[in-house]
T-cell receptor, first 114, second 112 residues
Framework: AQSVTQLGSHVSVSEGALVLLRCNYS??????LFWYVQYPNQGLQLLLK??????LVKGINGFEAEFKKSETSFHLTKPSAHMSDAAEYFC????????????FGSGTRLQVQP | GAVVSQHPSRVICKSGTSVKIECRSL??????MFWYRQFPKQSLMLMAT?????????EQGVEKDKFLINHASLTLSTLTVTSAHPEDSSFYIC????????FGQGTRLTVV
């Protein structure tokens, strides 16, 4: 079984400030890790993913995340927030084999203040 | 990237009627598609895995007779909410894999 915990259902930052969204996972075997963004009434867009190799993963729109196995974490960061970053962010995991359905965290709503 | 198209984007139906939601992979074939449900301000919960040419696999607690899934071709899966009730009102999202998972735009179902 696997699970995802996102600390903080709401995060508010000022435009230009650092964005940090936290994600911890639990899995019996090393999973694949993902961050998705969702805008209102829309589907999900993949920001970045970790499968293997380098633990610091760069994604779209200036986001990056670091896989820390010892901490079972995959926190999402962006050095400088933009107003357009305001959205809902979901961390997700999947198994490496089999049907690889995604298990999502509860989501974090990011607000960016001018 | 690959495109998954979901239709309709919004639907309002009366209690007791059935609603069909389509999920198409436009530029790739998908033997497996996934259906998720999202309640307001909550996360996505996997409902079922749709398998082309065979029965869908439902998650625990999901009524297979209420949420009928048909995956008749490699590019189309449908979810039919039968005898809909207000508590079925939700946002339904499908996804298909082309390497990574791609998501449809979602369907907002409102049952009145």
């Amino acid at each position: 079984a696997q699970s995802v915990t996102q600390l903080g259902s709401h995060v508010s930052v000022s435009e230009g400030a650092l964005v940090l969204l936290r994600c911890n996972y639990s899995s019996s075997v090393p999973p694949y890790l993902f961050w998705y963004v969702q805008y209102p009434n829309q589907g999900l867009q993949l920001l970045l993913k970790y499968t293997t190799g380098a633990t610091l993963v760069k994604g779209i729109n200036g986001f990056e995340a670091e896989f820390k196995k010892s901490e079972t974490s995959f926190h999402l960061t962006k050095p400088s927030a933009h107003m357009s970053d305001a959205a809902e962010y979901f961390c997700a995991v999947s198994q490496r084999t089999g049907r690889r359905a995604l298990t999502f965290g509860s989501g974090t709503r990011l607000q960016v203040q001018p | 990237g690959a495109v998954v198209s979901q239709h309709p984007s919004r639907v309002i139906c009366k209690s007791g009627t059935s609603v069909k939601i389509e999920c198409r992979s436009l530029d790739f074939q998908a033997t497996t598609m996934f259906w998720y449900r999202q309640f307001p301000k909550q996360s996505l919960m996997l409902m079922a895995t749709s398998n082309e040419g065979s029965k869908a696999t439902y998650e625990q607690g999901v009524e297979k007779d209420k949420f009928l899934i048909n995956h008749a071709s490699l590019t189309l899966s449908t979810l039919t909410v039968t005898s809909a009730h207000p508590e079925d009102s939700s946002f339904y999202i499908c996804s298909a894999r082309a390497g990574e998972a791609f998501f449809g735009q979602g369907t907002r179902l409102t049952v009145v």
